[in-house]
């Protein structure tokens, strides 16, 4: 069985799960009660409104519900395997426990990259909706808005990979999604800290952080630098999915 056949039966897996359903919570929520707070405050001589609403909506959505979100998300992939001593049949067959664990993680960023469009067209529905209302005329920042979602997508990646090495080592449910919400509460105040560099979970929250920087301060020096947090992020990423990949199955096969 190649890659792309364990893939498929992955898919297949969770084709009849509420993950979907899910992933259409977060966005909605946070982008209707955001751009509704927001929009009158508007006036139609106000020239930055799409920037105003994005961050507006995105702020706690990077920092708290799409990490929330993906916990659960993590947990019910997690727990398909769970049922019926699924996992044990898995791992009983002529498949690599490598390329179990990696296809598992496709399918999770994959529901993490359909998050991130969901947030983006939910945005750009209620962003429409909510300047012509108030009589504003402005042209839809396409390349504004992609840039930024891909930035929340990418950002997230190191995070979602610390999320699922975490359900990996950790036996007990309880145990994992405690740790797993214990380390997003206070991303945000990690944010505000040199040491947000080594802490994923905060990495799409100080991107948003940065962008309202930039946008309420004119002469501003903050910034979200590619050096060193590229290096950084990718180090944690490659090292704690890799973590995840060799030790999944273990706990089980004990």
């Not at 929250?205 to 290096?231: K, R």
């Amino acid at each position: 069985m190649n890659f792309l056949q364990l893939l498929k039966i992955e898919f297949m897996k969770v084709r009849r799960s509420k993950i979907v359903p899910l992933i259409f919570v977060a966005p909605l929520l946070v982008v209707v009660s955001g751009i509704a707070n927001l929009s009158s405050y508007f006036t139609p001589e106000y020239t930055n409104a799409w920037p105003a609403m994005f961050i507006q909506s995105a702020l706690v959505y990077a920092y708290y519900l799409l990490p929330f979100s993906m916990i659960v998300v993590c947990v019910m992939i997690s727990g398909r395997e769970a049922q019926n001593n699924g996992i044990l049949k898995m791992l009983a067959l002529p498949i690599g426990s490598y390329s179990l664990s990696m296809a598992k993680f496709c399918v999770l960023m994959f529901y993490l990259f359909m998050e991130t469009v969901v947030f983006l067209v939910a945005f750009i529905i209620a962003g429409f909706i909510a300047t012509n209302s108030m009589g504003i005329n402005g042209t839809l920042p396409v390349l504004y808005l992609l840039k930024w979602c891909a930035g929340l997508f990418l950002t997230m990646l190191p995070c979602l990979a610390t999320m699922w090495a975490i359900m990996v080592l950790f036996e007990k449910p309880l145990l994992y999604v405690g740790l797993n919400l214990l380390l997003v509460i206070p991303g945000v105040l990690v944010a505000n800290t040199p040491l947000w560099i080594v802490y994923p979970y905060c990495y799409s929250g100080y991107l948003v952080s940065c962008s309202l920087h930039n946008f309420t301060v004119e002469a501003s020096d903050v910034s979200f630098s590619l050096i060193p947090f590229l290096p950084c992020a990718v180090l944690i990423f490659v090292l704690l999915l890799t973590l995840a990949v060799i030790r999944f199955g273990k706990k089980e096969m004990r």
